[in-house]
């Protein structure tokens, strides 16, 4: 779980790529639309796609010509519980405190 969570929150550390997820998380699209808002080459961003591929935060599908990206939650899910399991021991620690 760990490694895990380090590739995912590794992934996460680019504003690039939170800006892929934060589009996706309200509907698929197609890797032009997601390209359409960043300055940079489409190679480029096609290797910030790869990474969250990689990590399994997104999914694609090729259709003819046009590849669309989905958002794949289960990473999303397990750093939300890791963060939650983090913030109640945190919340714990603040009542220890005088």
């Not at 380090?6 to 309200?26: C, Q, V």
């Amino acid at each position: 779980m760990t490694n895990s969570l380090d590739r995912f929150f590794g992934a996460m550390s680019d504003p690039t790529r939170r800006a892929i997820i934060e589009m996706l998380a309200t509907r698929p699209a197609s890797v032009s639309d997601l390209h359409a808002p960043h300055q940079m080459a489409l190679p480029t961003f096609m290797r910030h796609l790869r990474v969250l591929e990689e990590v399994g935060l997104i999914r694609s599908v090729k259709k003819g010509r046009v590849r669309t990206c989905y958002i794949e939650p289960q990473p999303l899910i397990a750093a939300q519980g890791w963060l939650a399991w983090q913030r109640e021991i945190w919340e714990n620690r603040r009542d220890d405190i005088p």
